[in-house]
């Protein structure tokens, strides 16, 4: 049962639910501050996993790393391997929006990306594939029984972090409608929509283009929490 990237052996010490943030030590933060009877499931690669309970649900929370194809990885063998059924992405990003700034949460509803990834592995010729609708409205439920305001935007998710020419985000977010940018989500989307599976994404704004706002590395692994407590309630 065990993957070449993921050493559970048995399925069952896997929940259903998998909030999955690209940093592991997030995913320890998430477990060791919101989880009870925690458990660490995975290591290999320090790609940290754990499974506990929140509110009586069992939950599991897992690194992702950074990008399409190592998010593509885990996500997949999650799914295909383990029997996830649903995988909530708890990420950071940076705004395109003059009026989302840093801290503020948005809600993915669809994410554009110019990767060939689900070309790739599935022959989808979309370059926008949607979130689960199910999962987005619960989402917004538990945001909203929190008082936490949020956004619900389209997301690009690019496969490069720095780029020769720094202002071609403005084209791209012109064209396709991108309130913000991030690495992971379409990548994400594309497995579930291949393997018939749920998947969400639900980002904090860490830095932004246009006002050059940013948090520090600390603060992205640790000060995130209304995204995480919004997942959390909304995971099942």
Do not use: W
Not at 8 to 13: A, F, I, P, Y
Not at 151 to 166: G, K, L, P, T, W
Not at 174 to 191: I, P, R
């Amino acid at each position: 049962m065990a993957t070449p990237h993921i050493e559970v052996n048995d399925s069952s010490l896997i929940a259903k639910t998998v909030l999955m943030p690209g940093d592991p030590l997030r995913a320890k933060f998430i477990a060791d501050t919101y989880l009870k009877d925690v458990q660490l499931i995975n290591s290999v690669r320090n790609m940290l996993g754990y499974t506990g309970y929140y509110k009586g649900k069992k939950i599991t929370v897992m690194g992702s790393g950074m990008g399409m194809p190592s998010i593509g990885i885990y996500s997949y063998e999650l799914y295909q391997v383990y029997g996830v059924e649903q995988i909530i992405r708890v990420g950071s990003c940076g705004s395109y929006s003059p009026i989302i700034n840093v801290y503020d949460v948005i809600i993915v509803t669809d994410a554009y990306s110019e990767s060939s990834y689900a070309k790739t592995a599935y022959n989808m010729d979309e370059n926008t594939l949607p979130g689960d609708f199910d999962l987005i409205k619960d989402l917004n439920n538990s945001a909203k029984m929190l008082g936490y305001p949020v956004f619900n935007e389209i997301i690009h998710s690019s496969d490069v972090f720095y780029r020769a020419d720094s202002h071609e985000f403005k084209q791209i977010r012109d064209q396709f409608g991108c309130a913000a940018v991030e690495m992971e989500s379409f990548a994400l989307f594309a497995n579930a929509i291949y393997l018939n599976k749920k998947a969400a994404c639900i980002l904090t704004v860490s830095d932004s283009l246009v006002t050059n706002q940013a948090t520090t590395a600390q603060e992205r692994q640790v000060s995130f929490n209304k995204m995480m407590e919004i997942a959390l309630e909304a995971a099942k």
